[in-house]
Nanobody, 129 residues
Framework: QVHLVESGGGSVQAGGSLRLSCAYS????????MGWFRQAPGKEREGVAT????????FYADSVKGRFTISQDNAKNTVYLQMNSLKPEDTAMYYC??????????????????????WGQGTQVTVSS
Protein backbone atom coordinates (compact mmCIF):
# COMPACT_ATOMS: atom_id res chain seq x y z
CA GLN A 1 0.00 0.00 0.00
CA VAL A 2 1.28 3.44 -0.90
CA HIS A 3 1.01 6.48 1.33
CA LEU A 4 2.00 10.04 0.51
CA VAL A 5 2.14 12.66 3.25
CA GLU A 6 2.75 16.31 2.48
CA SER A 7 4.10 18.86 4.93
CA GLY A 8 5.61 22.31 4.94
CA GLY A 9 2.67 24.44 3.91
CA GLY A 10 1.80 27.65 5.67
CA SER A 11 1.20 31.36 5.34
CA VAL A 12 3.84 33.72 4.01
CA GLN A 13 4.01 37.19 2.58
CA ALA A 14 4.63 37.80 -1.08
CA GLY A 15 8.29 37.37 -1.93
CA GLY A 16 8.77 34.77 0.77
CA SER A 17 9.74 31.12 0.51
CA LEU A 18 8.43 27.75 1.61
CA ARG A 19 9.66 24.21 1.14
CA LEU A 20 7.10 21.47 0.80
CA SER A 21 7.97 17.87 1.55
CA CYS A 22 6.26 14.68 0.50
CA ALA A 23 7.21 11.52 2.32
CA TYR A 24 6.04 8.35 0.63
CA SER A 25 6.00 4.66 1.18
CA UNK A 26 5.89 2.20 -1.67
CA UNK A 27 6.20 -1.47 -2.39
CA UNK A 28 8.44 -1.24 -5.45
CA UNK A 29 11.93 -0.01 -6.20
CA UNK A 30 11.07 0.78 -9.81
CA UNK A 31 11.73 4.22 -11.19
CA UNK A 32 8.72 6.42 -11.62
CA UNK A 33 7.18 9.85 -11.45
CA MET A 34 6.65 12.26 -8.61
CA GLY A 35 4.69 15.42 -9.09
CA TRP A 36 3.37 18.47 -7.31
CA PHE A 37 -0.05 19.81 -8.22
CA ARG A 38 -2.15 22.63 -6.81
CA GLN A 39 -5.74 23.67 -6.70
CA ALA A 40 -6.97 27.12 -5.82
CA PRO A 41 -10.58 27.75 -4.74
CA GLY A 42 -12.89 27.74 -7.73
CA LYS A 43 -10.17 26.57 -10.10
CA GLU A 44 -9.16 23.27 -11.61
CA ARG A 45 -6.17 21.36 -10.31
CA GLU A 46 -3.01 22.15 -12.24
CA GLY A 47 0.39 20.58 -12.49
CA VAL A 48 3.21 22.55 -10.91
CA ALA A 49 6.31 20.37 -11.27
CA THR A 50 7.24 16.78 -12.00
CA UNK A 51 10.38 14.69 -11.67
CA UNK A 52 11.36 11.27 -12.94
CA UNK A 53 13.31 9.25 -10.39
CA UNK A 54 15.42 7.45 -12.99
CA UNK A 55 17.31 10.50 -14.21
CA UNK A 56 15.93 13.52 -12.31
CA UNK A 57 14.31 14.95 -15.45
CA UNK A 58 12.14 17.84 -14.31
CA PHE A 59 9.30 19.80 -15.84
CA TYR A 60 7.67 22.97 -14.56
CA ALA A 61 4.55 24.92 -15.27
CA ASP A 62 5.36 28.21 -16.97
CA SER A 63 3.88 30.12 -14.03
CA VAL A 64 6.52 28.76 -11.62
CA LYS A 65 9.62 28.42 -13.79
CA GLY A 66 12.60 30.09 -12.22
CA ARG A 67 10.89 30.30 -8.83
CA PHE A 68 10.11 26.69 -7.85
CA THR A 69 12.45 23.70 -7.76
CA ILE A 70 11.45 20.06 -7.41
CA SER A 71 13.96 17.60 -6.03
CA GLN A 72 14.03 14.12 -4.59
CA ASP A 73 15.91 12.10 -2.03
CA ASN A 74 15.42 8.49 -3.02
CA ALA A 75 17.19 7.24 0.11
CA LYS A 76 14.60 9.01 2.24
CA ASN A 77 11.64 8.37 -0.08
CA THR A 78 10.93 12.08 -0.06
CA VAL A 79 10.29 14.64 -2.75
CA TYR A 80 10.54 18.37 -2.16
CA LEU A 81 9.21 21.53 -3.70
CA GLN A 82 11.25 24.62 -2.93
CA MET A 83 9.12 27.67 -3.59
CA ASN A 84 10.80 31.07 -3.76
CA SER A 85 9.54 34.53 -4.67
CA LEU A 86 6.02 33.46 -3.80
CA LYS A 87 3.11 35.43 -5.19
CA PRO A 88 -0.49 35.72 -4.00
CA GLU A 89 -1.56 33.74 -7.06
CA ASP A 90 0.44 30.78 -5.73
CA THR A 91 -2.14 30.43 -2.97
CA ALA A 92 -3.64 26.96 -3.23
CA MET A 93 -3.82 23.51 -1.76
CA TYR A 94 -0.70 21.67 -2.91
CA TYR A 95 -0.80 17.95 -3.57
CA CYS A 96 1.93 15.41 -4.01
CA UNK A 97 1.36 12.61 -6.52
CA UNK A 98 3.24 9.49 -7.54
CA UNK A 99 3.16 6.84 -10.22
CA UNK A 100 5.57 3.94 -10.65
CA UNK A 101 3.64 1.93 -13.21
CA UNK A 102 3.19 3.87 -16.42
CA UNK A 103 6.15 6.09 -17.28
CA UNK A 104 9.73 5.34 -18.14
CA UNK A 105 10.86 8.90 -18.71
CA UNK A 106 10.49 12.47 -17.53
CA UNK A 107 8.41 13.77 -20.44
CA UNK A 108 5.81 11.14 -19.73
CA UNK A 109 5.71 12.21 -16.07
CA UNK A 110 4.90 15.76 -17.13
CA UNK A 111 1.99 14.57 -19.26
CA UNK A 112 0.26 12.20 -16.80
CA UNK A 113 -1.86 14.87 -15.18
CA UNK A 114 -4.75 13.35 -13.26
CA UNK A 115 -3.61 9.86 -14.26
CA UNK A 116 -1.11 9.72 -11.41
CA UNK A 117 -2.03 6.65 -9.38
CA UNK A 118 -1.34 7.91 -5.88
CA TRP A 119 -2.15 11.21 -4.21
CA GLY A 120 -1.52 12.81 -0.86
CA GLN A 121 -4.07 14.72 1.19
CA GLY A 122 -2.59 18.11 0.43
CA THR A 123 -1.00 20.98 2.30
CA GLN A 124 -2.27 24.55 2.19
CA VAL A 125 -0.09 27.40 0.98
CA THR A 126 -1.35 30.95 1.49
CA VAL A 127 0.56 33.95 0.17
CA SER A 128 -0.54 37.40 1.26
CA SER A 129 0.25 40.62 -0.55
Amino acid sequence: QVHLVESGGGSVQAGGSLRLSCAYSRATSSNGCMGWFRQAPGKEREGVATIYSGDDTQFYADSVKGRFTISQDNAKNTVYLQMNSLKPEDTAMYYCAADWEFCRGGLCCSQLGDEYNYWGQGTQVTVSS
